[in-house]
């Protein structure tokens, strides 16, 4: 028997906390696989902002010719938003956590879940470094809380990864397994470790390219050049770490640091002075590129970046490539 049959009640309603790049990307997603979403954020710019970059993703496919005007309008139909308080999810079956990977934060959202949910509505993280235990010691229902990490961009990368906490059950384990091969992706089962499978191996990659660029062995345009070419990887670390977002980038590290106590995992400093002055990569338009605001997916010919002194310079390449 094949894993999506082993939990027979697939949700039909799914809840969404937080509505940033993540958590619409995942409600992009799950919307057009003809699900309802409830998308819920603190703040009501962010819900605008947010349900407005997955407009602008579905014209892009409308665009494209890879997604029907109609079937646009009706994955746009299935997202149903609010903003303040959680008891707005109350009705939803399954909930998947999306905010900014900060423990403290994640426990209070799960804290505020575990009063406003049903007894059997099954909480998961999209964490992608913060104990899964951990995190479900926020509750009162732990074997209702399981790890179930999107990879970015959502609608597009086949991977989720699901990760059991101490206390997870396995009917928990399999419904999250069932419901993200529901949505056409693979799964692959991590340990409750810090940075699960993918993030543990990639950050510290990410991050030895902030020290190469530091230590100016390479321009961030070979740098990147060097591993797509070199290692066949579809994007380079620098522009992966773009896309993923340098804040976020610099949360896991910080996370794996602290969890391991591993020199290895120290954040590079030339990382850390990029988050310090808010270049933050894709989601702001600028990091170690820039990128049009329009198209998030192309990156400009000027890609400024800075030294370990902290000055700008940029390269007057003219090459471009996208993720």
Do not use: W
């Not at 390479?218 to 994007?235: F, P, W």
């Not at 990156?299 to 700008?312: D, E, K, M, R």
């Amino acid at each position: 028997m094949c894993a999506s049959m082993m939990y027979q009640h697939l949700p039909s309603v799914i809840g969404i906390v937080g509505s940033g790049q993540m958590g619409c990307g995942i409600a992009q997603a799950i919307a057009q696989r003809g699900l309802t979403v409830l998308l819920n954020d603190a703040s009501p710019t962010a819900i605008e902002k947010g349900l407005n970059g997955v407009k602008k993703a579905l014209e892009r496919l409308v665009r494209k010719g890879t997604v029907a005007p109609d079937d646009a309008a009706a994955t746009l139909g299935r997202i149903h938003t609010s903003h303040g308080s959680v008891e707005a999810l109350r009705g939803a079956d399954f909930i998947i956590e999306a905010v900014a990977e900060d423990e403290a934060l994640k426990k209070e959202v799960f804290r505020n879940l575990d009063k406003a949910t049903r007894v059997g509505t099954i909480l998961a993280s999209n964490t992608s470094s913060i104990s899964i235990t951990r995190i479900a010691s926020a509750t009162t229902k732990p074997h209702r809380v399981v790890g179930m990490h999107f990879m970015h961009p959502a609608t597009v990368v086949p991977l989720v990864e699901v990760a059991k906490g101490m206390h997870t059950s396995q009917q928990t384990y399999e419904s999250a397994r069932s419901f993200a091969e529901h949505l056409g992706k693979t799964v692959c089962v991590s340990l409750d470790r810090p940075g699960f499978l993918v993030y543990r191996l990639l950050m510290p990659l990410i991050n030895e390219a902030f020290f190469l660029l530091s230590e100016g062995v390479g321009t961030a345009e070979d740098i990147d050049r060097s591993m797509r070419l070199g290692t066949n990887m579809q994007a380079g670390p620098l522009r992966m770490a773009d896309n993923i977002g340098l804040d976020t980038c610099l949360n896991i590290m910080r996370t794996l640091y602290s969890q391991f106590g591993d020199p290895k995992y120290r954040p590079c400093p030339l990382l850390v002075q990029y988050v310090d002055g808010g270049l933050l990569g894709v989601k702001n338009g600028r990091g170690v590129f820039q990128y049009d605001p329009s198209m998030h997916d192309v990156v400009h010919a000027q890609q400024p970046h800075l030294n370990i002194s902290g000055s700008t310079r940029s390269s007057a390449s003219s090459t471009s490539y996208g993720i």
